[in-house]
């Protein structure tokens, strides 16, 4: 008996319509492309039989182009026309990368948007560009394997990318002619693959320690569900950072110690790197290096490395406090990234869960491969939900409000994509703009927060104070990427930005945002309600002044008007203190003071209303 396949018209392809997605990982050291063949997720090898690329680019004067490892063969010889972790500088500023500068063989200058740029002998690269040639030489690679051009590619990112970086990100692949069917976080892809092959349900702990990148993300997997429940980590914390401290103890050794030329630091580092992957089989390594040649032990390695394998665990524990969980909550942890294979990680991680990480997916090739099905998905080869990710931001978002305040709208670990909006008001009678300040971070008071945006609202219908309705509507996308749009409901005028920062938050930036979370909650607490109740004394004053100023001597006599003003004059005086009683008392007694006014004042205008209709108009108008 022969079977038929027979279904709905593009719900599921034939064999031959199969459409061409791939998933690929952009990493700070190596780079791969993957794609789903007769239902299995495989890496894609080039024509040496190597899945790795190198994300290496070497320029030349006459302006060739070498990507992967024939470009890292020139990085001794070549160090500042070879660009190398060209990944820790997207989306980030010149200012940025100071602290870096020191240690890294290269020449910056400052480009478009405040990026940075390396110097090379073929003009200005800028981080996007050469990532675009590493995209480039992947794309190739698939459409050589699967035999015609991709319709689309998942392309990854570390989960504390922020908007700036995502959006480098994918300005890369836009360059490299690459259609980005979504930006999805490393762990994230890493959870897919583990969790398609192995099924299940839990929570896990995906600890994801590259090249340059470190990303802890604690997610719960249940029935094909994989949701964030929070994600930590540094984007400038990678097995780079391991190949640096042995390369001073080297540089040391060898008493070169001070002023390292580019060719010196390069050939310290790749000698460094050799050394660490030799210690992963075996207990000691022989090194030579700059005339200088000894043995290096594991147990030496082990206690330089330690303080840096200490901080990703740092990152851990609050990744894990955010979410509510203790270690003994999580059911796997799942290894991703080829510092991963250093045993010192192992151990320390193994330790810190009180469990053996898993380690059976090849953690160099695992988040490529975990791309490359949710791209099978998202290109329409798999029919319905079979799938469902869901991403979290880091940071949360907001605008200003009166006083300098934040007014999150966007909390921190809220799940992505998502779109959320806030009721907001006028200060001021007449007021016909509005100036929306866009803004990221967990403190109270703007002063602590990231400015990423301003624009303003035009043409609202001029009314009294607090009549205005202004809807603010945030919309985070699945790639992270932010929209705010401002629209008054009464008269529908609108405004709307795409937040597009000229450079993203380093890692300390981020790390010291979320820990003065934490250590100024109850500061933030206090300066936040005087902050209120200073806004709130202010808009009472003016509000109180203009009405007694319009109405005041029709409607009170002169004692009355002068105790009125005598309170108001009290309170203008305080309402700028740091007292945040006094302020409350005055309020309350401005508040009781007026009782009288406003119920008069209320009373006048129903008069004036009412003035020339009959009381059977009245009647039958209600």
């Keep these: ?87 820790r500088f997207m989306g980030r500023g010149i200012e940025d990368i100071k602290t870096l500068g020191s240690q890294l063989p290269y020449d910056m200058v400052t480009g478009d948007g405040g990026m940075p740029s390396f110097k090379t002998v073929a003009g200005n690269i800028s981080p996007v560009a050469a990532s675009a040639q590493i995209l480039r030489v992947l794309v190739e690679r698939a459409e050589l394997a699967l035999d015609g051009a991709l319709e689309g ?116 580092l790749m000698a460094a790197r050799k050394a660490k992957e030799i210690l992963s089989d075996q207990s000691q390594v022989e090194v030579s290096v700059a005339g200088w040649t000894g043995t290096l032990e594991r147990q030496l390695f082990n206690s330089l490395v330690d303080p840096l394998i200490d901080k990703t665990l740092r990152s851990c524990r609050r990744a894990l406090r955010d979410a509510g969980l203790k270690a003994t909550d999580v059911e796997n942890v799942v290894m991703v990234g080829g510092s991963t294979r250093t045993l010192r990680v192992r151990e320390k991680v193994a330790e810190a869960f009180a469990q053996q990480p898993l380690v059976n997916i090849d953690p160099d090739r695992v988040v490529a491969i975990g791309a490359a099905i949710q791209a099978d998905v998202l290109v329409g080869n798999k029919l319905g939900d079979e799938m469902l990710l869901l991403d979290v931001i880091p940071l949360s978002l907001g605008i200003e409000t009166m006083g300098g305040l934040m007014e999150k709208i966007i909390h921190r670990n809220t799940t992505i994509p998502v779109a959320k909006a806030q009721d907001f008001t006028t200060f001021k009678d007449g007021q016909t703009a509005m100036s929306v300040h866009v803004l990221q971070g967990e403190r109270e008071l703007i002063s602590d927060c990231r400015s990423l945006a301003h624009f303003e609202l035009h043409g609202i219908p001029p009314m009294v104070a607090g009549a205005a309705k202004i809807r603010v509507s945030f919309q985070v996308d699945a790639d992270g990427l932010l929209n705010v749009s401002a629209k008054e409901i009464v008269s529908g005028v609108e405004a709307h930005i795409e937040v597009k920062p000229s450079y993203g938050l380093d890692d300390d930036d981020i790390t010291r945002m979320l820990k003065e979370s934490f250590t100024h909650a109850r500061e933030d607490m206090q300066v936040r309600a005087l902050r209120e109740q200073q806004v709130d004394a202010g808009r009472m004053y003016e509000d109180l002044l203009a009405a007694l100023e319009a109405d005041g001597r029709g409607l009170l006599n002169e004692e009355e008007y002068h105790c009125l003003e005598m309170a108001l004059n009290g309170l203008n005086e305080i309402r700028h203190s740091q007292n945040h009683r006094e302020i409350a008392r005055h309020i309350e007694m401005v508040s009781k003071t007026s009782e009288e006014f406003a119920a008069r004042r209320m009373n006048a205008s129903i008069q004036k209303a009412l003035a020339g209709h009959s009381l059977d108009e009245i009647e039958k108008d209600i």
């Design 1 to 87: 008996m022969v079977l038929l396949q027979i279904s709905e018209p593009g719900q599921s392809p034939e064999p031959h319509q199969r459409r061409r997605a791939v998933g690929i990982d952009l990493g700070t050291t190596n780079s791969l492309v993957a794609t789903v063949r007769s239902g299995t997720p495989e890496t894609l090898l080039d024509s040496e039989h190597q899945h790795l690329l190198p994300s290496v680019v070497h320029y030349n004067a006459a302006g060739d182009v070498t990507v992967g490892r024939t470009a890292y063969a020139q990085s001794a010889e070549d160090p500042l026309n070879t660009l190398i972790s060209v990944k």
């Design 153 to 268: 590619a998942v392309v990854t990112v570390p989960a504390y990318f922020d908007e700036a970086q995502r959006q480098a990100t994918k300005d890369a692949a836009t360059l490299a002619g690459v259609k980005v069917l979504r930006l999805l976080n490393e762990p994230t892809a890493a959870a897919v693959a583990y969790g398609l092959d192995q099924g299940g349900q839990g929570v896990i702990a995906v600890y994801d320690l590259g090249g340059g990148t470190f990303d802890i993300s604690i997610l719960r997997l249940s029935l094909g569900v994989f949701e964030v429940l929070s994600t930590g980590g540094d984007s400038a914390l990678g097995g780079d950072d391991f190949d640096r401290v042995l390369a001073q103890w080297l540089a040391e050794q060898a008493g070169l110690e001070h002023d390292l030329n580019p060719f010196q630091q390069r050939e310290l």
